[in-house]
């Protein structure tokens, strides 16, 4: 009894606004430009932190911190290093479970933010868990814009959208304004490819063979 429980627990569905997952405030006044921004989470958060690498990149400037002790960066505990992206948002592993919004992100989950705002845009955990934004059942890989609003997400379960026929659990779907632009679905070990379009069909199955 107690097995299945746990087993319950696990697989429980856990319901946020997605609008309400951020970091702690930047320190500094955010600018609106993306280098200036980026450069200014560098110099005057992360700089003190740990050790600071420049990559000139084809899209801007790259910024890696590898981390010093156990501080955390807007309060979220990170491991090892911290990246600062030419696009303006900063990612870095969880080294300990990090909640904000009624959302528990596990250890080693990969968490990825705006830089300007501390709107969290992004993770990656491990394990099944299911957690429901903005009425979609995600698990796994959940991509948010720097508004708050869901982007896309692997289903957790099949999901209808709104003006769409259900997309089946494991799919990768993109999404705008709530409505689905599209999808894709590996099957066969990721050998197959199912592409869905904004109704929620497939138009077109391909063999891409094995999965790098």
Request: aromatic residues 6%.
């Amino acid at each position: 009894m107690l097995l299945v429980l746990s087993q319950l627990a696990a697989f429980a569905a856990v319901t946020v606004d997605p609008h309400q997952l951020r970091s702690a405030p930047p320190a500094f006044v955010p600018s609106g430009v993306l280098d200036e921004d980026q450069a200014s989470m560098v110099a005057d958060e992360l700089a003190a932190l740990g050790t600071l690498y420049v990559s000139d990149t084809v899209d801007g400037f790259l910024y890696e911190v590898e981390l010093r002790g156990t501080a955390r960066v807007r309060g979220v505990p990170c491991r090892g290093s911290v990246h600062v992206l030419p696009d303006g948002s900063w990612t870095c592993e969880l080294r300990a479970p990090w909640s904000v919004g009624g959302l528990t992100l596990p250890t080693e989950a990969w968490l990825r933010f705006a830089v300007g705002s501390g709107q969290l845009i992004g993770w990656s955990e491990p394990g099944e868990r299911t957690t429901v934004l903005s009425g979609v059942p995600c698990a796994g890989e959940v991509e948010i814009g720097d508004d708050g609003d869901l982007r896309g997400c692997m289903l957790a379960r099949a999901h209808s959208f709104r003006g769409s026929e259900a997309v089946p659990a494991g799919a990768k779907v993109e999404l705008e304004g709530g409505r689905l632009q599209g999808a894709e679905l590996r099957t066969d070990g990721g050998r197959t490819v199912h592409t869905y379009d904004p109704r929620g069909r497939v138009v077109r199955t391909e063999d891409v063979g094995a999965p790098d």
